[in-house]
């Protein structure tokens, strides 16, 4: 019951997604066997599984593909097997679905964020990071553990603080963009680095409107 209110309050809809629980779980483990990484690695450990696929992204898959791809095979292989499996291809990242079947909040918000990045990095923004992935790699390997802190640090206060959401949002982009920034590399890297980390936020905070643009991102920097 609490729970229930505690959601509403979030503003999260209820209305039931028609995820297939069973058939999602399948399609994770695949979604870990194509990406080469354990499959404890699932929606029980969304934090674990962003970390491994930043690591990814710096060491690449396996006999030297290109991390990117590597990633974003899996990604629209999981989207397809999960369109095969429910009635809509997104049901099972829904929040509401996500927050009804795992056992914290945060568990639910940070596998629901990490599947919305993914959505726009192997989407709008692939080309982007495929264009310039020489740059982009360097930058993940300088800056992982900045970039896994900007994370945790936004869940942790999000969670605490909702009220205050649409800050840690707005620190998570600069954090992000701050991070994807190299010598020698092009500006538009801070842009992709900020709107993924908005494309991040946005299961919780669509409502925040933020926006990444190349000029005012470092605002309050
Ligand atoms: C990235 O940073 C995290 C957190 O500090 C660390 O646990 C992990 O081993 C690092 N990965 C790589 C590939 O350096």
Redo the contacts with the bound molecule.
């Keep these: 019951m609490f729970g229930k209110l505690f959601l509403l309050f979030l503003g999260v809809s209820l209305v039931t997604a028609t995820c297939d629980t069973t058939k999602f779980v399948a399609c994770q483990d695949t979604f870990a066997d194509k990406l080469g990484i354990d499959r404890v690695y699932n929606w029980l450990n969304p934090l674990g599984l962003t970390?491994q696929i930043?690591?990814i992204y710096?060491?690449g898959g396996v006999a030297g593909a290109r991390g990117l791809n590597v990633v974003c095979n899996a990604y629209n292989s999981f989207v397809q097997c999960l369109s095969d499996a429910s009635t809509t291809t997104f049901e099972c990242f829904d929040i509401g679905y996500l927050l009804t079947h795992s056992s914290a909040p945060n568990q639910a918000y940070s596998y629901g964020f990490l599947m919305s990045m993914l959505q726009y990095q192997c989407g709008a923004g692939f080309y982007l990071a495929s264009d310039n992935w020489q740059c982009m790699q360097r930058i993940y390997?300088g800056k992982?553990?900045t970039m896994?802190?900007c994370i945790t640090d936004f869940v942790l206060n999000a969670q605490e603080d909702p009220k205050r959401g649409c800050d840690y949002v707005q620190t998570g982009m600069d954090c992000f963009s701050k991070a994807s920034t190299l010598q020698g590399c092009p500006d538009e890297l801070k842009y992709y680095g900020c709107e993924s980390f908005r494309q991040y936020s946005i299961p919780q905070f669509a409502r925040c409107e933020k926006q990444c643009t190349i000029d005012t991102q470092f605002r309050g920097i």
Excluded: W
């Design positions: 970390l930043q690591d710096i060491n390997n992982n553990a896994y802190g």
